[in-house]
């Protein structure tokens, strides 16, 4: 039987495929695979977090479904974070939706308001799920280019009249690492407001490795033009637990829900209520975890100066970023190489668009060992006779 026209164009998501490979090569007679590559946090929520959802679990009234608009309890929870955090003031009765995870919101977002044909503008490089859920839903993909030398951010005056419905943007920019302004911000809401775009602003990094975290929505008149969609996953180590969010005006959010509602049910309770846990933790949480990453950013350096790699030092999230040598066709041959040779796996920038295809990314979910692994394999690859005598005879 033929699937669906939708799936036309739409190939299983890269790391899906590229986990597979990376279990074949584990199989074999030689050293395990350092996966640097995958953003996953290796650590551990809160205890208290983890407690929550023990003791709750435990209450034989928590296992039924519940509301599609989410527990009041952690919809209050999130109106506080983001209060207490981004300075900006939501309502937790109409302006929050909480997602079984902020990839699905996205795919809900572009079912509510996408008929065929419209149009998208999408980054580039940046998540691919943005383009594949545009396409679902029978959209228009638009990419706009983002550049090193434009510090990853779009020109806006070149997007005018550009008959977009709806745009993605996602700062502090994954993969990048490239922060916002507030200048920037006010910018981008001027420009939806003349050109009637609806912006979608993807915010899960803004606690990883960033002393000031922004939201889109604390801009005057941002929630007339925008949706925010964060998450649990990066900030608290909660991947896996599948806790997202939606803030914009009570307008929009009814709109998702009309949609979000025919697709699934509420989070399991004792989750919401853990999640809500989690979002009461105070600024020492957030110090914590930003001081393992830095410690393990600073090895993350060595391993991209062992590579050639040139990067920015100012990044933000849990990744590196950095521009491979020129000598190589592209990102996908280099972290082949890598892969084959020094049996580590780093992410192909070309993964997130064609503006990707000369960088690599470095995760920073690997303790300090494996890091530290990592670069004396990455050196004793480097040091090999036919590396050094194929960098000679390129250079």
Known sequence: MEIANRLQGIGEYYFSQKLREIEQLNQQDAAPILNLGIGSPDLPPHPDVINCLHQTSLKTDHHAYQSY??????????????????????????????????????????????????????????YPTYSAAVK???????????????????????LKGSGAKIMFVNYPHMPSGQSPSRQFFEELIRFAKDENILLIHDNPYSFILNDEPLSLLSIDGAKEVALELNSLS?????????????????LHIENVLKFKSNMDSGMFLPVQLAAATALSLDKSWYNAQNAIYRRRRQIAYRIMEALDCTLEKDQTGM?????????????????????????????????FGSQGNQYLRLSLCTPESGLQKSLDRILQYKSQPSVATTQTAGS
């Open 234 to 250: 990066k900030s608290h180590n909660m991947a896996g637990w599948r806790v997202g969010v939606l803030l914009g005006s009570a």
């Open 69 to 126: 608009k989410g527990s009041p309890v952690l919809r209050q929870a999130v109106a506080k974070w983001y209060f207490d955090h981004y300075n900006t003031s939501i309502n937790p009765n109409t302006e929050i939706l909480p997602l079984i995870g902020s990839k699905e919101g996205i795919m809900h977002i572009c079912m509510t308001y996408l008929n065929p044909g419209d149009v998208v503008l999408v980054p580039n490089p940046g």
């Open 136 to 158: 679902l839903a029978g959209g228009t993909v638009r990419e706009y280019l983002l550049e090193e030398s434009g510090k990853w951010m779009p020109d806006l005056e070149n």
């Open 319 to 351: 990744f590196l970023w950095g521009r491979i040598p020129e000598k190589y066709a592209d990102s996908y041959q280099y972290s082949n190489e890598v892969l084959h040779s020094a049996r580590v796996f780093l992410t192909p920038g070309g993964i």
